[in-house]
């Protein structure tokens, strides 16, 4: 597609669920990243791909939180056990290569009640 | 990445020219500025980069002060459209080779929330 597609757009979770939010980068991009928004801050780097390798997931707030990018094109984040703490917007971006300007998708929306 | 200062918040009214400011005095002299914005429930929007000539594009003009330490997002007629959260960002930018790899992530600070006033 034209951008970095994510859904679902909004996800509701009760505490202790585990979810999944995934990312569809634009075709042809070799580098993802997710990023965590909490209400009011700007966005924090969680992990990055360069096609199918996780090449930094200094970001990962704890072991509750996993990514993959098995193909090197879509990409899922996987939070266990879902806290309050991760109610947030999950941001996806993509890049052609090398430092080079990010697309980012809308984000997806995960409140945890 | 050289850490940059820009204030909280600033309104600016529709049609004039909204000028955001961008402290980064201890950018180094291979780090570029980049300028994002982040409409409401939208994911950041690229808008301009540039390492020390000023720059123009079809959305904004940047300025970079001779010493670098500094620089200035302008916004020239701003319509309602352009309110948004808007960050600075300097890091070292490609090489022109997209295989060269290095740290490749963006450091978001809080930015500054420009509104425009009909």
């Known amino acids: 597609g034209a951008g970095v597609s994510q859904s679902p757009r909004y996800k509701v979770a009760k505490r202790g669920q585990d979810v999944a939010l995934r990312c569809d980068p634009i075709?042809?991009?070799?580098?993802l990243f997710w990023y965590q928004q909490a209400l009011g801050q700007g966005p924090e780097f969680l992990t990055y791909?360069?096609?199918?390798?996780?090449?930094?997931k200094s970001g990962l707030p704890s072991d509750r939180f996993f990514a993959e990018r098995p193909e090197g094109s879509v990409s899922t984040l996987k939070i266990q056990r879902t806290q309050q703490e991760d109610s947030a917007v999950y941001l996806c971006?993509?890049?052609?290569?090398?430092?080079?300007?990010?697309?980012f998708g809308s984000g997806t929306r995960l409140t945890v009640v | 990445d050289a850490k940059t200062t820009q204030p909280t918040s600033m309104d600016c009214a529709e049609g004039r020219a909204a000028n955001l400011p961008c402290n980064h005095s201890?950018?180094?002299?291979?780090?570029?500025v980049y300028w994002y914005r982040q409409i409401h429930s939208q994911g950041p929007q690229y808008i301009i980069h540039?390492?020390?000539n000023n720059e123009t594009n079809e959305m904004a003009s940047l300025i970079i002060t001779e010493d670098r330490k500094s620089s200035t997002l302008i916004l020239p007629h701003a319509t309602l459209r352009d309110t948004a959260v808007y960050y600075c960002?300097?890091?070292?930018?490609?090489?022109?080779?997209?295989?060269?790899?290095?740290?490749?992530?963006?450091?978001f600070g809080t930015g500054t929330r420009l509104t425009i006033i009909p």
């Open positions: 971006a993509s890049s052609l290569g090398a430092r080079v300007r990010y697309t």
């Open positions: 075709s042809g991009h070799v580098s």
């Open positions: 791909f360069q096609n199918e390798a996780q090449l930094d």
């Open positions: 201890t950018i180094s002299g291979n780090e570029y």
């Open positions: 540039g390492l020390k």
């Open positions: 960002i300097v890091r070292v930018a490609s090489s022109g080779d997209l295989t060269n790899f290095g740290n490749e992530k963006l450091t």
